[in-house]
């Protein structure tokens, strides 16, 4: 035996590191954001060029960010928020208490 590990064992190795699971997170971050937005967007009656135009951007940059692309600014977001006449909260958890 050469000691390399399979391919099984090494994307089971990797489905349990801590690393993967905070990728997966803020990736599921990003697109409820992003699905937020969207929508707030919708129900506001906005296309997403009303929106950019609005925010000062384009069309398509509205596209990525409610595709959950991207990841936006703190800025851009309070400019989207603006926008939409929405209140813009961010806050922090800390996940060493209790």
Do not use: F, H
Not at 11 to 31: D, H, L, T, V
Not at 42 to 48: A, C, K, V, Y
Not at 50 to 79: C, M, W, Y
């Amino acid at each position: 035996m050469t000691g390399r590990q399979s391919w099984d064992e090494v994307k089971a190795a990797r489905a349990q590191s801590p690393e993967r699971r905070r990728g997966y997170e803020k990736a599921g971050r990003a697109i409820r954001l992003a699905m937020e937005i969207r929508a707030l967007r919708e129900t506001r009656g906005l296309s997403q060029r009303e929106l950019a135009e609005r925010v000062g951007t384009t069309q398509s940059a509205i596209a990525r960010l409610e595709g959950g692309n991207i990841s936006p600014s703190l800025p851009t977001l309070d400019k989207i928020a603006e926008a939409l006449d929405a209140e813009l909260s961010v806050g922090l958890v800390d996940l060493k208490v209790g």
